[in-house]
């Protein structure tokens, strides 16, 4: 399936999983022909996202509603902020209105943090990538929000990158046999895809940069000392070889490892722990 279809399904799914049978609240209380219009209003200082999916939400339930935009997607908001307003049948608003603030809450509380991490960054080569510590469903969504917040997409899924991990090491039987095995299966099946491979010590990254064969290393668990250790010796022995530190990297300490040198650093709490922004849907 295409991008644009996965997400055609999950506003499918997003709806049948609300609405079910009906809106009965809705069909009970509001007239069939009411026509009106509701506004987006912020209620919290951050990161704009998820405009364009809100307008999908909106035309893919009801074509005839209209949606004025006054804040697009990666603007900074305040409290007091309106951010589109949209109108037409009000059976269609109210039955659109959840779904559309709970993908544009997280969405744009995604792009907010993601914009506070790379504001940490300035000065560095350094980018934050963010990794597959997603919601089910939701993966899509949360990845653009991570652009629109000025942060960088790691793989999307499990087929658009090998990314050799320790369980992956481990059952293969060590490095040599992991490394040997992704370039071995790419040739077999006409296949052209970036490999990176996780080490958890100087140890494994000089076995790495022995066997060769990779594009990026990641450095898991290494501290800021070990990891700018770990860039010395790369760019020493590779300057084109991609680093990537990975494993807790925190608010506090992302500055530190930016310093080192390294060309990546993943982040999971962008996607998996973030708090959605304030924001509500209110009839005018």
């Known amino acids: 399936m295409t991008e644009k279809e996965l997400i055609q399904e999950l506003i499918r799914l997003a709806f049948a999983e609300d609405i079910g049978d009906g809106d009965h609240t809705t069909l009970c209380t509001i007239p069939e022909s009411e026509e009106g219009a509701s506004k987006l209003l912020i209620k919290e200082e951050g990161v704009l996202a998820g405009v364009e ?3 999908e939400v909106f035309h893919t339930f009801d074509p005839a509603l209209k949606v004025e935009v ?3 997607d990666g603007r900074k908001v305040k409290p007091g902020d309106i951010a589109l307003i949209v109108s037409g049948k009000v059976r269609s608003i109210l039955q659109t209105e959840r779904l559309v603030l709970n993908i544009m809450q997280r969405m ?3 792009a907010t943090i993601t914009n506070a991490y790379m504001r940490l960054l300035e000065g560095t080569s350094a980018k934050v990538l963010d990794t597959r510590k997603t919601t ?3 993966r899509l969504l949360e990845k653009q929000a991570v652009k629109i917040g000025g942060g960088e997409n790691h793989r999307i899924g499990l087929f658009d990158m090998i990314l050799l991990k320790d369980n992956h ?4 039987g060590g490095i040599e046999n992991a490394i040997r095995g992704a370039q071995h299966y790419l040739k ?4 052209k895809l970036k490999i990176e491979i996780e080490v958890r010590s100087m140890t494994e ?5 022995r066997i060769g064969g990779v594009d990026r290393i990641m450095l898991d668990n290494f501290t800021p000392e070990q990891t700018l250790e770990a860039v010395k010796r790369v760019k020493a022995w590779d300057k084109g070889l ?12 992302i500055r530190a490892y930016a310093e080192t040198g390294v060309d990546y650093i993943s982040v999971g709490a962008l996607t998996h722990s973030v708090k959605s922004l304030d924001m509500s849907l209110k009839a005018i």
């Open 136 to 138: 089910p469903g939701m």
């Open 70 to 72: 006054f804040l697009h």
């Open 53 to 55: 999916i809100a307008i």
């Open 205 to 209: 990254l000089e076995e790495a940069l």
């Open 242 to 253: 991609e680093l990537e530190s990975s494993g807790g990297i925190t608010i506090d300490t």
């Open 108 to 110: 744009s509380g995604i």
């Open 169 to 172: 090491i481990d059952f293969a």
């Open 188 to 191: 077999e099946n006409n296949k």
